[in-house]
């Protein structure tokens, strides 16, 4: 069993870092405070390959492992957890969906110009009543030959208005059930498409996030993912790997608001020395040090499993459930450890607890990761 990462990824680790550092923190609680969307970050993380780290390089992709995307978006999330999950959409849901499922007509149109960032995409399975249970969507397709009629609401949609292509999951059939659910690709364009309001949120504030509406959309019948009746397994599928994405931000979330203790730790000083020699405070930065590894390590063997093929949905569920709980806590503690300046602004950690509780409730909450494990630990 070897630990160590190889010198692909850890060049991939820095440039990350490089990257999030020198590109992300100036200005991310201006974008936090006016809900700004990192739109200039994002462009220039697809030119650096961060957009479609997975996806073939046949398709202008980077061809990398899972391993090397949660490396990227622990790093990316340490600072701006508004970009990561951006990039973990594009990745994990839209970009996977499509270079594993896609036909060759979809990728080139698509997925090439997603790969690089020149567009970006967004993953529709949402609804105002069924939330992401996929079998109860209220979003219809009716097949009228050469194109299906889309009709319905979306949302809590992340990258509402930012993208210009959406994978949407709609019922064609409800007699069939879940084998009466298809995957469509629809365009910004496409008349019939509006954008709602953007959602005013606690965390994430420079995310994109929006309602959307169909009324009547005419979608051509190429622009079907899979055979008719695939629309639930594709996105069971794309959910499996978004839990990786997820639990890698929530990772990034912890390390980065514990970085920020430790460091504040070893300036601030009260009773004459460093507040890192007080064991009140010391046993918490152990506490949050043990916790992220054991995130850390979930993550990286659920990636592994991916990578070489093997059954990834409970381990991607585990560190799911446990690096967004790792996040919320951690951060908590950060605040914390910081006192009063924890509590403004300046000092980061206060942002980074509103963002971990995110974490916790999409890619299905955490009941839905229990659901999943215990299925399967119980078969």
Known sequence: MNFQLTEEHLAVQAAARDFAQNELLPGVIERDTKEIFPAEQIKKMGELGFMGMMVDPKYNGGGMDTISYVLAMEEISKIDASASVCMSVNNSLVCWGLDKYGTEAQKEKYLTRLATGEIIGAFCLSEPEAGSDATSQRTTAEDKGDHYLINGTKNWITNGNSASVYLVIAHTDKEKGHKGINAFIVEKDMEGFTVGKKEEKMGIRGSDTH???????????????????????????TLNGGRIGIASQA????????????????????????????????????DMATQIEAARLLCLKAAWLKDTKQDFSQAGAMAKLYASQVAMDTTVEAVQVHGGYGYVKEYHVERLMRDAKITQIYEGTSEIQKIVISRSILK
């Open 211 to 237: 309602s959307l509406m169909f009324q009547d959309v005419k979608v051509p019948k190429e622009n079907r993912i899979g055979e008719d009746g695939f629309g639930f397994n594709f996105a069971m599928a």
């Open 251 to 286: 990772l990034g979330i912890a390390s980065g608001a514990y970085e920020l203790a430790l460091k504040y730790s070893k300036e601030r000083k009260a009773f004459g020395k460093e507040i890192s020699q007080h064991q009140g405070i010391a046993f918490k930065l152990a």
